[in-house]
């Protein structure tokens, strides 16, 4: 069933039967309270409704039951924060996962979250998701309140695309209501970067929708209603009092909570043992890319190897080759590097020729201290900038190209001057 015809039937059109055949506002306004289960709870700044749903720990969503990321370690969650020095150990029920239904896309100050909702594990066998919902613009302060509450047993925040949008907007929200907020400075794992690092090549979108598909065999059912339509369905109901259309939403919140607990336990697996969760070789490079940001250069190698093996279009080899000679360069495999830089020439890599000569040049020239095939490779990098274009960035490298000739040259002559010294 296509979205008009699903709200056609609801009667949120104007030209639909319904509304044709006289419904009244009054049969179509039903409250919040009737459509999603929960219930109204107080809080010092007033009433606020919230929802609350429990799953147990074994309960399956795509691949994985959500209990699985109980067994993950802590410091291989810990990874999945952005790198800033030593990764923290995290326990899976000390982290609170957190999504925003809102008023717009944009943020900003006249953007509200008039459905915030959050999912932790309580114990070993329950998954619980509240949602806090705003029935109307002058609940917000005690939405607010009641959130604070929520998440101050928490230590850590998981979220897809949270860092940039979901804690900045709520961070405002907060603020506005002068309430306390510690969402900036708990460690938080937005998991759309560990995704981005790991799936860039190999998916076209990054989006959970996308990853929900192509990599954690979730299968969304019909009741979900797509993001871009969500604002609208929630000023519909500010203007209608008709909260039906809204149990979409709710469920589109849901189902984005439990794909991030599905989601953040498929990248430990992956980060754990690789070789047994891995299906792409583009997938392990993106792993592989992933431990070498994190300082883990020995597994980034194997990984990078181990991608290498498989059949990969050139431009992705050439890249792959050149990302593994620059490892082995900085932990001193000169050897292994130069056989992969002369790969990297054999295959035609045009756009790195004149780097990668660079590398061969100073490789002979201070390692096998072989001067005459150090110069060769200089002059053929010299040759190579002519297919680069013209600028200031080619000027340069030029120069700095003559010079090393110029030096190389002279240690040649040097060399063949010993040489002819010596025989007399």
Known sequence: MDWR????????????????????RRRLQRSIEEIVPGQVIETPAGPCFVSEQR??????????????????PPEILGRLLEPSGQAPALDPRQ???????????????????????????????????????????????????ALVEALEPFSALGSFNGLSFDVPLLETRLALQRLPSRLSRLPHIDLLRPAR???????????????????????????????????????????????????????????????????????????????????????????????ETHGDVERAIALYREALAYPLALP???????????????????????????????????EHAVEI?????????????????ALEATEQAIAATAGLSASPARALMLEGLERRRARLSRKLHAASQRQSDSRF
Request: with cysteine; proline share 4%.
């Open 95 to 145: 982290i609170v996962f957190l999504d925003t239904e809102t008023t717009g896309l944009t943020g900003g100050t006249g953007t509200y979250a008039f459905l915030v909702g959050i999912g932790f594990f309580h114990g070993d066998r329950t998954f619980i998701i509240r949602q806090y919902f705003m029935r109307d613009y002058d609940e917000e302060p005690a939405q607010m309140s």
């Open 197 to 291: 690092r790991v799936w860039r090549r190999v998916l076209i979108s990054c989006a959970l929708s996308s990853l929900e598909q192509a990599v954690l065999g979730v299968r969304r059912s019909g009741a979900d209603v797509p993001s871009w339509m969500i604002p609208e369905l929630y000023f519909q109901y500010l203007r209608t009092g008709e909260a039906a259309p809204l149990t979409g939403v709710f469920y589109h919140n849901q189902q984005d909570i439990l794909s991030m607990v599905t989601l953040a336990n498929h990248l430990c697996r992956l980060l754990e043992d690789p070789e047994e969760t891995s299906r792409h070789p583009l997938e392990l490079a993106g792993l592989a890319r992933w431990h």
């Open 316 to 350: 992705e080899q050439t890249r792959l080759l050149r990302r593994l000679s620059a490892l082995l360069k900085r932990t001193h495999r000169y050897e292994e590097a130069q056989e992969l830089w002369q790969a990297v020439l054999a295959a035609g890599d045009v």
């Open 55 to 72: 799953f147990t720990a074994d309960k399956p969503h795509g691949r994985w039951p959500l209990g699985d990321l109980l067994q993950r």
């Open 5 to 24: 015809k699903r709200l056609e039937n609801l009667g949120m059109l104007r030209d639909s039967p319904a509304r044709a055949a006289g419904v009244t």
């Open 357 to 373: 000569l660079v590398d061969l040049a100073k490789y002979h020239e201070w390692q096998t201290h072989d001067i005459p095939r």
